[in-house]
């Protein structure tokens, strides 16, 4: 049976004969764009409907997909086509599949050519609008949602729709400007003082500058950039984890794949227009900050107090550049919320912390011991002999618990985005006898089951599974393991529900000699594989849902693989053979019935519950006043919510947790590790959902 791989180098092999052998025109010298770019678009196209685990019917429906894809992508908060410019491009609406078919680009030039001639004259507006003070003492409101809005009919009412956003923005600036001018004289009363008007000044001209920093980078965007972002909405029909990189985006990424960058640690994502974070990695200054969140939109990068720059219509490329900087530079970056809330979010760069990515233990001691085992990630290091594996790392943390006496087992995969299949197939093996722990199926149709071959239990006691919406992929798969044997009690909240696989292809290695003069034309990342659960079930879009489920803030609010653009569909398989745990005595019905009467109790989780319910009225909510006292006080509600939330959290119960003593002896007097684990400690100690997680233990220990 052939790779994969070798499959895909076939086909374009047999693409280039036909390409080299048909009306196709070969140029050596490579300087043909034309030419590059229909071999690119039809490599593209071979790989993608042969290579792709589910691949697309390329038809009038395909193509409709596409240009919505794409028209989103092109002007998302409607501020430069004209709805004129939208019927224009909607004559190739059902046309795009012929066009890929023939390796022709005519609607994607001419929708660039609309874009640039339309930011052109966009330019002018900015610097108009922005040259006279605003009124803030008029009743008006901006629709913030570019989803909600229409295209502009008219120049007149594009540029009506300018003045308010420029206002909003500079409203932004200006309350802020008041807070820290009032900060400043509560610290010092003979602190220089500046009027109204002077502060609207001020924020208009920086809300200029921030637009004079934008259309300069807009001026840099070349047409290869523009048409990676329009082969993209072709590729992400296929699915949202499908993809083109072209050479320096495949750099960045490769860059990024390491972990060995000076930056931030957060993986990024441009949709809809908008830089979002996608996965925050263990260990980085992100993750050790802890505020910035998967699904948060980034707004503005500012390099420590500088004046921030605008990246939302930025190139991903761009906005990365601007983020990442030299270990112990602050970046501050403005980001919006899922619950609509901005934020501001001081991060000081370095290095991983790799210490912070690693399996961690500590010992609860409540009525009974019980060990818990934090997993950032699912590890494996395979380039270094002596590397860290995460499968072994938690089976020592095991041991070590057991040693210490512990009765019962928490292992919490909240936040943890997954990794090396094989660990976790190793992992589920350590709490079950033998048995199938993962099928994989390709686009054959043939389902692979992944088995734990050992016999050997490592810990047949009580055993609590910790998850959120932010657990994906890897640890979807051990929790739904643990699940469909009854080994274990999931407890938190619903699971990301990624549970397809994706393998990169390089263009230059697949298409033969002969296209050398063309190169370098970059990668096609595929989705290849697709996961289910032994039950038969796919953890794709419904992720893993607990057994017992807490109240979680996010709760309501749109994230998850179901909220991407054509995520693969749920399905079945037939199951594969297994057998029940029977080691255990727990009734999670029962289980399930206990948790709620506590959570129904417990002042934190009610608040938790008000929270994520006034999170979703504020996320739905997408129009902001611009009337000044109106607006500040909207935000002064929203800040007081913000704060009543975070005062109960620190009135919660203290667990009482400790290291074990061989950990605390690695610590020796190093002060930032000494640091790292007294913040590691106190986060256990005042943790609501292990509060709970406990109690559940407790149960089966009476």
């Known amino acids: 049976m052939i790779s994969l791989t070798t499959r895909f180098k076939i086909i374009l092999s047999v693409l280039a004969v036909i390409l080299l052998t048909g009306s196709f025109i070969l140029y050596r010298n490579g300087n043909n764009p034309d030419s590059k770019n229909e071999i690119l678009i039809k490599a593209l196209m071979q790989g993608l409907n042969s290579g792709h685990y589910q691949p697309e019917k390329v038809d009038d429906s395909f193509s409709k997909k596409v240009f919505n894809l794409y028209l989103q992508r092109l002007d998302y908060n409607k501020k430069f086509l004209l709805e004129s410019d939208v019927q ?14 023939q390796g022709s680009f005519k609607f994607f030039d001419l929708s660039a050519d609309l874009i640039e001639q339309r930011m052109k004259e966009s330019q002018a507006y900015y610097k108009e609008i922005l040259a006279k003070p605003f009124d803030f003492t008029v009743e008006e409101q901006i629709e913030l949602d570019g989803e909600k809005l229409p295209f502009a009919k008219t120049k007149e009412e594009l540029k009506e729709a300018w003045r308010k956003q420029l206002k909003y923005q500079t409203l932004v600036r ?8 009032q900060k400043a004289l509560e610290k010092d009363p003979k602190a220089k003082q500046k009027t109204f008007e002077e502060l609207e ?33 072709v590729t992400n029909v296929y699915d949202p984890h499908t993809g083109y990189f072209p050479p320096k985006a495949k750099a960045d990424f490769d860059i990024n794949f390491t972990g060995r960058l000076e930056g931030i640690g957060a993986s990024l994502q441009e949709k809809d227009g908008q830089i979002r974070v996608m996965e925050i990695v263990p260990g980085s200054p992100s993750y050790l900050q802890g505020e910035l969140k998967p699904g948060d939109a980034i707004q503005k990068v500012a390099q420590g107090a500088e004046d921030p720059v605008l990246v939302e219509g930025m190139r991903i490329d761009d906005a990365i550049q601007l983020i990442r900087g030299k270990k112990g530079t602050e970046v501050r970056l403005t980001v919006k919320k899922p619950d609509g809330s901005t934020k501001v979010i001081p991060i000081i760069r370095d290095v991983i912390v790799f210490e912070e990515t690693y399996a961690q233990s500590a010992l609860i001691e409540d009525k009974d011991k019980i060990g818990y085992i934090k997993l950032p990630g699912f590890y494996a290091d395979f380039e270094n002999k002596n590397g860290r594996f995460s499968g072994a790392d938690v089976k020592q943390e095991v041991e070590k618990l057991k040693s210490a006496g512990m009765k019962g087992l928490i292992l919490d995969l909240r936040n943890n985005g997954g990794g090396s299949l094989a660990d976790a197939v190793e992992m589920a093996g350590l709490f079950i006898e033998q048995g199938p722990v993962v099928q994989v ?5 043939k389902a692979v089951v992944l088995d734990d071959r050992d016999t050997q239990v490592q810990y047949g006691g009580p055993l609590v599974i910790m998850v959120n919406s932010n657990s994906a992929s890897a640890s979807e798969i051990l929790a739904a393991a643990m699940q469909d044997y009854k080994r274990a009690v999931i407890v938190g909240s619903p699971t990301f529900g990624k549970g397809t696989v994706q393998q990169f292809f390089e263009l230059d290695e697949a298409l033969p000699a002969q296209f050398n003069p063309y190169k370098p034309f970059g990668a096609l990342k595929l989705t290849t594989q697709k996961f289910y659960r032994i039950n038969g079930g796919t953890t794709q879009l419904r992720g893993v849902m607990p057994d017992v489920n807490l109240p979680d803030a996010y709760a309501y609010l749109e994230f998850g693989e179901k909220e991407q653009d054509y995520a693969l569909p749920f399905d079945e398989i037939a199951p594969a053979k297994y057998k029940s745990w029977n080691g ?5 019905a029962q289980v399930k019935t206990n948790s709620q009467k506590r959570v129904a109790k417990n002042e934190s989780f009610q608040l938790i519950k008000q929270s994520a319910e006034r999170l979703k009225k504020q996320a739905d909510n997408t129009t902001r006043s611009l009337q000044i006292e109106k607006y500040k006080a909207e935000e002064k509600k929203a800040e007081a919510e913000a704060k009543r939330l975070e005062e109960a959290q620190k009135q919660l119960p203290v667990l009482n947790v400790k290291r074990l003593q061989q950990d605390l002896q690695a610590l020796g007097s190093d002060t930032a590790k000494l640091a790292r684990n007294k913040e590691f ?7 609501v959902y292990l509060e709970e997680a406990v109690a559940i233990i407790q149960e089966d220990l009476k």
């Open 174 to 181: 200006l309350v802020s400007m008041q807070e820290d001018q």
């Open 584 to 588: 255990g005595k727990l009734n999670v």
């Open 441 to 445: 199926k390709t686009a054959s149709g």
């Open 681 to 687: 400690i106190k986060s256990l100690e005042q943790d």
């Open 88 to 101: 224009q491009l909607r004559q190739y609406e059902t046309a795009i599949d012929d066009e890929l078919r």
């Open 201 to 233: 000044k001020e924020a208009r001209e920086k809300v200029n500058k921030t637009y004079e920093d934008l259309y300069q980078r807009l001026a840099q965007i070349n047409r290869d950039d523009r048409r990676a972002t329009y082969i993209n909405a």
